[in-house]
């Protein structure tokens, strides 16, 4: 009985790889990315990793894109924390070796991706925990979206609540291999491309000089219209030849406009006691002034008064 089902759940999987094949495509991991909980189902989900195209095991040749920031800015810090050949790195950037980025500057990084697993592509490398690191500021924060909380929790042993500092985890990268078809159109390497705030498929697209079409297949979307893309997830660029660095670019930091402060009056009632304190300046303004002008006229007063006894003397 048991083998029975092995063999079945073996014809599932090579059913799905050859599929897999044919679409030529991976998917979009859409913000099920960022969930933590989201589980890691019996069919392989792009939440996770982005899937094998083939049954037998092979690797490739691909590159991830990294933002450069503090304390991973370098050709030497970026490549360790990926596990990265650092004379490689500063080779397709373009820079020498050791150099520091700009804050901020989008580094191609070159990965051995393997279909290490029974399901999925992953380039291996290793982070030992340090205060408040989590599964979610790991996969989000430091590696920016190339890793995914669920994966680091599936590949670790550790539970998510006993992360103690000086533990050795293991970080797998999304990466993925062209498939037969993709091989066929040209496309000899994959770049896994983490997505920032105000991204749109075009803009990426045309920076790396593919067509929209081609990412959109590349993603598994089916037209534009749908291909709705979130911050912190990847999207996977087919691309003819290696990256160049002149394709990257520096990010500004997005400042968002502070509120505009509201002169109605509002529930804790602060606008109208302002308007309240004007009134009232405005109404000893005034009164100051008759008090003055009464002042001035008694003077005019007395003092026409003492001229005229002046002169009837």
Do not use: W
């Not at 969930?35 to 094998?52: G, Q, V």
């Not at 990426?204 to 990412?215: L, P, Y």
């Not at 002169?263 to 405005?282: A, D, M, Y």
């Amino acid at each position: 009985m048991q083998r029975s089902r092995r063999r079945l759940s073996c014809f599932i999987f090579s059913l799905f790889f050859f599929a897999s094949g044919i679409k030529a495509q991976q998917g979009y991991s859409r913000n099920d990315v960022l969930d933590c909980n989201y589980p890691m189902k019996a069919a392989p989900s792009p939440s996770y990793l982005y899937t094998c195209s083939e049954p037998r095991q092979h690797s490739c040749h691909a590159f991830l894109i990294y933002k450069s920031r503090q304390g991973y800015n370098s050709t030497e810090t970026i490549s360790h924390l990926l596990r990265s050949d650092s004379s490689e790195l500063a080779r397709i950037n373009n820079v020498s070796n050791p150099y520091i980025f700009p804050t901020n500057k989008e580094v191609i990084v070159p990965v051995n991706c393997s279909c290490s697993g029974q399901y999925y592509y992953q380039a291996i490398t290793f982070y030992v925990i340090d205060s408040d690191d989590t599964y979610y500021s790991l996969a989000n924060d430091q590696y920016q979206g190339l890793s995914s909380c669920s994966a680091l929790m599936g590949e670790n042993l550790y539970d998510a609540e006993n992360l103690s500092v000086g533990l050795k985890l293991l970080v797998p990268l999304r990466c993925a291999c062209p498939t037969r078809n993709q091989s066929r159109d040209g496309v000899k390497y994959l770049l896994t491309y983490s997505i920032n705030e105000n991204d749109t498929i075009p803009d990426i697209s045309e920076r790396f000089n593919v067509s929209v079409k081609e990412s959109l297949a590349a993603n598994g979307f089916t037209d534009h219209e749908e291909a709705v893309i979130y911050p912190n997830t990847t999207l996977l660029i087919p691309l003819q030849s290696e990256p160049l660095s002149s394709q990257t670019i520096i990010l500004e930091p997005i400042v968002y406009a502070p509120p505009p402060v509201s002169t109605l009056s509002t529930v804790n009632g602060e606008p109208k006691r302002s308007k309240k304190k004007l009134h009232f300046g405005l109404g000893a303004g005034v009164a100051s002034l008759a008090v003055l002008c009464l002042l001035s006229l008694l003077l005019r007063r007395c003092h026409r008064k003492k001229m005229g006894r002046i002169k009837g003397k």
